[in-house]
């Protein structure tokens, strides 16, 4: 309740108590009239009756002078005793000394003057209200012999009047100039009394104008019916804070807010007494507020990013978040509000410290932006881009957090992807200038090589023509300087396989009878202590290589097997029929075509790191002891798939042996 309506309310509940008082008062005067005549009727049954009547007698001459009072008249003036009352001029008596001569006026027009009021001087000197009643007994000639009459002390109604008044006249003042809407009205709509504000608000320009409307017929719009005004207030006898829509003179519509309660008068009389305030404007920003809402909410709904406000550290709970959140993560907003270390318990394990080490350091006042991985509601992790903005209060101190989130999850997979790209792009690179390099290094050992051993030969033939000769070379020595340079002239055919400098001699080649024919040769190669499964697809393609390169392929790959299973182990080929997948065409591989043949050789052998992995194909190197090796093994295999156009892919942990596929394309 407002301000003005507490006022109105105050002085209503003083006027009913100063009323209820005037009333009581009035009755006291019946009363007294009563008793006054009673007394008189029984006047001549009692003795001196002049001494018992309650209220103040007296007699005065025409000259002024007091002949006779009784003991309640001394009471009532406060004087010490009738003599000295008497001995006083009535005339000191009047507060105002033209009273005196309006009562002698009054008797001498109606011989008799009745319930003057007027104000008499106590012996104390201070006021009283009294009511007066008066005659003139006069003699057989008509002259006046002496003035009778009888005095009521109506100090406390006129006091009541007054007080009542007053109130009145600050009750009318206040609702006249109250901003709000002041009403009495009959309960079949009849408006009896309203204040300008309710005129105004109205759009009427008097109040007699408005009081010729009913508000039973013409006042509520539909949408507020009379009837539920009319049902509360005679069950409840009070309404409170109820809203309805009302007609204006030009027919427009205002939202009031009306207070109001049900009087009933000692007659019967029922009227409506309320307060109706225009809360047209509040309506309005209500309905724009709304509609705000609404707008923000099909925003944030559709809106990639996720705002969200949490409290400072280290609980970080969540005051606020978007509804976009389920369609984000699944999430509803509830169990961000219900749970402080629910946002904090899905970030990945992994990130937790790293994200919680940046929020610390916005309480330095700078936003601050970070990507973490967050679970989704189904268990998988998405990334999230977070920038944060701390909230401060009013001494700048950090009060809380604002931010916004997006899932950036395909863009960091398609950096991840790219990066992958451009390393297999850089490993190619790599690995095609070191074939370039061996390339060139093979042709000029081979021409090396060829000069040594003509010049070998040569002085082996001399050395036939002179067999007594003492400075003659050793037949095994001539044998192992031989043997050794046709290893070096293996060794150069290995380095122009990898360097693609030696032309293969490519034909149409059947996979499985490849493996099929060399199977014997790959049994004695690893050795009874590993079993050798073969998985051939009866209806894999052919495909277009050197059948010689092939199988020098898969030779190294099954010695690589060899080598990881000391203890013993399965190596296991298969040949089946496979279509590359999207990945590989993405990254421009000119092996990334549909169609491909697969020959895959696996081991159940250490299996290797990923460090390893990565540099798996690079010439010399091995993870072998040096004396086991030359680290060309798996260059040759990859020269050798690459030439033919084709694709290699290589999955290994350690402990779990390691997976070769080989994909070469499948002849048309």
């Known amino acids: ?119 008499l001087r106590r012996y104390d000197g201070t006021h009283i209200w009294v009511k007066e009643n008066a005659r003139a007994v006069t003699g057989p000639d008509g002259a006046v012999l002496f003035y009778e009459g009888s005095l009521e002390d109506v100090t406390e109604r006129k006091q009541v009047e007054a007080a009542l008044r007053v109130s009145e006249e600050r009750f009318r003042t206040l609702v006249e100039n109250m901003p709000i809407g002041v009403y009495r009205t009959t309960p079949q709509g009849r408006i009896l009394q309203a204040n300008p504000a309710l005129v105004a608000m109205l759009g009427y320009s008097s109040f007699e104008e408005l009081a010729a409307r009913n508000l ?25 804070g109820m809203e309805a829509a009302w007609t204006r003179k030009d027919g427009s519509t205002i939202f009031v807010r009306e207070n109001a309660t049900l009087t009933r008068l000692t007659d ?113 992790y998405v990334w999230l881009h977070d920038r944060v903005t701390p909230s401060r209060g009013a001494g700048g101190e950090v009060c809380g957090l604002v931010g916004s989130c997006f899932d950036i999850t395909d863009r960091r997979q398609a950096e991840e992807a790219r990066e992958r790209a451009e390393s297999q792009l850089r490993q190619s690179q790599k690995l095609q200038a070191v074939g370039q390099l061996a390339a060139g290094v093979a042709h000029d050992f081979n021409s090396l090589l060829m000069v040594i051993l003509g010049n070998i030969e040569l002085l082996k033939g001399r050395r036939e023509d002179k067999a ?52 014997t040769m790959l049994r004695g190669i690893v050795g009874r202590r590993i079993k050798v499964r073969k998985i051939l697809d009866p209806v894999v393609k052919y495909i277009n290589a050197d059948p010689g390169q092939v199988e020098q392929a898969i030779m190294n790959l099954v010695l690589n097997a060899r080598d990881a299973m000391p203890k013993g182990g399965t190596l296991t080929i298969v040949t089946a029929n496979a279509d590359l997948s999207d990945t590989y065409v993405a990254t421009g591989d000119a092996a990334a075509t549909p169609g491909h043949v697969m020959i895959t050789v696996s081991d159940t052998g250490v299996g290797m790191s990923e460090e390893t992995r990565q540099r798996l194909f690079e010439p010399f190197f091995s993870a072998k002891p040096v004396d086991k090796g030359s680290g060309l093994g798996l260059s040759i295999v990859h020269g050798i798939v690459k030439q033919a156009g084709g694709h290699i892919e290589v999955t290994s942990e350690p402990g779990k042996g390691s997976v070769f596929t080989l994909y070469f394309p499948a002849a048309e």
């Open 268 to 380: 019967g009389q029922v009227f409506y007494d309320g307060t109706a305030e225009d809360i047209s404007d509040r309506k309005r920003a209500e309905e724009e507020l709304l509609e705000t809402k609404r707008q923000l909410d099909h925003l944030l709904g559709s809106s990639p990013a996720v705002l969200y406000g949490c409290g400072p550290g280290p609980g970080y709970a969540t005051t606020f978040i978007s509804e976009n959140i389920f369609g984000l993560l699944g999430y509803h907003p509830q169990q961000f509000y219900d749970c402080p270390q629910f946002w904090q318990s899905r970030i990945h394990p992994d990130d937790v410290a790293r994200v919680l080490d940046k929020l610390s350091s916005i309480e330095q006042g700078e936003p601050i932006s970070y990507e973490y991985r967050f679970r989704h509601s189904d268990g998988h």
């Open 468 to 519: 007594g000769d003492t400075d003659s070379i050793d037949v095994s020595a001539w044998e192992q300087i031989l043997n050794a340079i046709e290893r070096g002239r293996t060794l150069v055919q290995k380095l122009l396989v990898f360097g693609r400098a030696q032309k293969s001699k490519p034909q149409l080649v059947d996979p499985n009878r490849l493996i099929t024919e060399t199977e």
């Open 216 to 240: 039973e017929k013409e006042g509520f719009e539909p949408g507020y019916p009379r009837s539920q005004f009319h049902e509360r207030l005679n069950r409840d006898g009070v309404i409170t």
């Open 1 to 119: 309740m407002s301000e003005a309506q507490l006022s109105v309310h105050e002085l209503q509940v003083e006027l009913a108590a100063l009323r209820a008082r005037f009333a009581e008062l009035e009755k006291a005067e019946r009363q007294r009239t009563q008793a006054e005549a009673a007394l008189g009727e029984g006047e001549a049954r009692y003795r001196d009756p002049f001494d018992r009547v309650p209220v103040g007698l007296y007699r005065t001459t025409p000259e002024g002078r007091i002949s006779a009072v009784n003991p309640a008249l001394v009471r009532m003036l406060r004087y010490p005793d009738r003599d000295t009352l008497l001995e006083s001029d009535v005339r000191s008596l009047y507060v105002e000394p033209g009273e005196r001569q309006r009562l002698l006026r009054e008797i001498d027009r109606n011989s008799v003057a009745l319930d003057l009021e007027f104000q």
